[in-house]
C-alpha cells in the first residue's frame, strides 16, 4: 500500500487542522492505520490508532481530547482532526498502516509509511 498524506500547514495556537492520509492499492481495510510525528531533532512518536474497521481507537495522552483520528474505508483515507493547537504540537505528521488486527503504538509495528506532512503551530 502507498500512503500520501496531506493537510498540513501553519496555524496559531488555539487553531485547527485536519490531515488526510490517502491509500493506494487494495484492500485498505485491512490495514491498521496510525499517525505519527516528529518534532526538529526529536525522535518519531506515536500520535493515535484506528483499527481496521474504525470501531476501535486509542491515542497519545499528550493529545488527548484535542486530537481524533478517524477513517472513511470507501474512500481509502484516514483522517486527523486537530483542535486547540500548541506551539508543542509542532512537527511533520506521518501516516502508518499495517496488516492484522487490534492497535499498534510503535514505530517498529508499522510496515508502510506516508512521505509526512508539516504541522507548524505559532504561539
Known amino acids: 500500500v502507498q500512503l500520501q498524506a496531506s493537510g498540513g500547514g501553519l496555524v496559531q495556537a488555539g487553531g485547527s487542522l485536519r490531515l488526510s492520509c490517502a491509500a493506494s492499492?487494495?484492500?485498505?481495510?485491512?490495514?491498521?492505520m496510525g499517525w505519527f510525528r516528529q518534532a526538529p531533532g526529536k525522535e518519531r512518536k506515536f500520535v493515535a490508532v484506528?483499527?481496521?474497521?474504525?470501531?476501535?481507537?486509542a491515542d497519545a495522552d499528550s493529545v488527548k481530547g484535542r486530537f481524533t483520528i478517524s477513517r472513511d474505508n470507501a474512500k481509502n483515507t484516514i483522517y486527523l482532526q486537530m483542535n486547540s493547537l500548541k506551539p508543542e504540537d509542532t512537527a511533520v505528521y506521518y501516516c502508518a498502516a499495517r496488516q492484522g488486527g487490534g492497535l499498534y503504538y510503535t514505530v517498529g509495528d508499522y510496515d508502510y509509511w506516508g512521505q509526512g506532512t508539516q504541522v507548524t503551530v505559532s504561539s
Open positions: 492499492g487494495r484492500a485498505f481495510s485491512s490495514y491498521v
Open positions: 484506528i483499527s481496521r474497521s474504525g470501531s476501535s481507537t
